[in-house]
């Protein structure tokens, strides 16, 4: 029963370095998401996926690119770090409209 | 960006207190409300669903006042193992693909 699988769960990258967040659900869900959760800042969507096959960015997508790869996949990459996005990332998916979300365990990565 | 303000905290309480948090909310058309609670370097997890005039799980209790525009979570008989942030959420569009999460408030329950 895993629910949302994020990996990795930890990454430092250096200035310019690229990467792939990756996440995976087995719920079923129509609705994927990407957020980015900082001390003070709250937890701030980037991208989502309201279903298979459509993206949309959210507040903070500045930087970042998405692919949904299939229903149960949605992978978000940094195509060239930066400092600014060390955070803590979730993933999270939910059934649709009105539904709560479940999250994964997060990502915390680290830009030097 | 639609707002949802709460109360940073920490409340610090001892076992056995009840505890109230607030949250006000800037979208008026807002209709499903969640409290979500999360563990220190743990991910979200849903605690509670808010529909219509609130509900009741167990000592948790959400009520909505929709004239106010705040939704509000009861905690009865406070366990230490209550001590968690606790996020208040309400969607974020008028589609309500989306959510918006508050900052959370702290709660820290003291033997």
């Known amino acids: 029963n895993a629910g949302v699988t994020q990996t990795p769960k930890f990454q430092v990258l250096k200035t310019g370095q690229s990467m792939t967040l990756q996440c995976a659900q087995d719920?079923?869900?129509?609705?994927m998401y990407w957020y980015r959760q900082d001390p003070g800042m709250g937890l701030r969507l980037i991208y989502y996926?309201?279903?298979?096959?459509?993206?949309d960015k959210g507040e903070v997508p500045n930087g970042y690119n998405v692919s949904r790869l299939n229903k149960r996949e949605f992978s978000l990459r940094l195509e060239s770090a930066a400092p600014s996005q060390t955070s803590v990332y979730f993933c999270a998916s939910s059934a649709g409209t009105g539904s709560g979300y479940t999250f994964g365990s997060g990502t915390r990565l680290t830009v030097v | 960006r639609k707002e949802v303000e709460q109360d940073p905290g920490p409340f610090n309480v001892p076992e056995g207190a009840t505890v109230a948090f607030n949250c006000t909310y800037s979208?008026?058309?807002?209709?499903?409300f969640f409290w979500y609670r999360q563990d220190c370097r743990k991910e979200p997890k849903l605690l509670m669903s808010?529909?219509?005039s609130g509900n009741e799980d167990g000592r948790f209790t959400a009520q909505l006042n929709r004239a106010s525009q705040y939704i509000s979570l009861l905690i009865r008989d406070s366990k230490l193992s209550d001590s968690a942030t606790y996020l208040c959420v309400v969607p974020w569009d008028s589609g309500y693909s989306t959510l918006t999460f508050g900052k959370g408030t702290m709660l820290l329950v003291s033997p």
């Open positions: 979208n008026s058309a807002s209709q499903s």
């Open positions: 808010v529909y219509s």
């Open positions: 719920m079923n869900h129509n609705s």
């Open positions: 996926s309201a279903s298979e096959g459509t993206t």
